[in-house]
């Protein structure tokens, strides 16, 4: 099993939806959950980070995490073709500092 | 401008030739990392660090060296590269874990 999960996709939406994309994570003492973006050919870029079960706003973004499930996701409302790109979800243990686990990645497609 | 760089951008080398990517940031960071990204497989961690001399293995260390003499630079060392090292890397580097400022990244190919 992987320490992260993601399904690779590609996930495809119409623009004005919302777009959801999901990670599961192994570890349970994992404490902190990033959220990044990768356009295509560029580095990614830290969009979320949540540390507490619960909801996190952002504008468009929605990060939400239940660690019992051992689950965060990524909603994103009002869908833009800017949007389109890879959604990396990443997991932290600061009990080992800068250690980060990233899952393989969702490609997102939003369609006018 | 807060900003990672790395160099060299792009770099073809051959098999056994010792090679260095530098990474520098001006945002005074205390973590730095590298990373290794290959498709189907993702963002690896090659090493990080948490401040000047303290250096960690990540999840795919083999074949590679790093040092952090300064809060500044990390550079990722090869010293005898392979072709299975031919990959896109980056560097980041965060004022906490996690929070990552990636840098361009640097595409090797060993022949």
């Known amino acids: 099993q992987k320490e992260v999960e993601q399904n690779s996709g590609p996930l495809s939406v119409p623009e004005g939806a919302i777009a959801s994309l999901n990670c599961t994570y192994s570890d349970r003492g994992s404490q902190s959950f990033f959220w990044y973006r990768q356009y295509s050919g560029k580095s990614p870029e830290l969009i979320m980070f949540?540390?507490?079960?619960g909801d996190k706003e952002d504008g468009r973004f929605t990060a939400q995490l239940n660690k019992a499930s051992q689950y965060v996701s990524l909603l994103i409302r009002d869908s833009q073709p800017s949007d389109s790109a890879t959604y990396l979800c990443?997991?932290?243990?600061?009990?080992?500092?800068?250690?980060?686990?990233f899952g393989q990645g969702t490609e997102l497609s939003v369609k006018p | 401008e807060a900003q990672v760089t790395q160099n060299p951008r792009y770099l073809i080398t051959v098999t056994g030739k010792k090679l260095t990517v530098t990474c520098s940031q001006n945002?005074?960071?205390?973590?730095m990392s590298w990373y290794r990204q290959d498709p189907g497989l993702g963002l690896r961690q090659i090493y990080y660090s948490m401040n000047v001399e303290v250096t960690d293995k990540g999840d795919v260390p083999e074949g590679y060296k790093v040092s952090r003499k300064e809060k500044r630079n990390f550079p990722l060392i090869l010293e005898s590269p392979s072709p299975n090292q031919t990959s896109l890397y980056f560097c980041?580097?965060?004022?906490?874990?996690?929070?990552?400022?990636f840098g361009q990244g640097t595409r090797l190919t060993v022949v």
């Open positions: 949540i540390y507490s079960n």
């Open positions: 945002m005074n960071h205390e973590y």
């Open positions: 990443a997991v932290g243990r600061d009990n080992q500092g800068g250690k980060l686990i």
């Open positions: 980041a580097s965060s004022p906490r874990a996690g929070k990552a400022f």
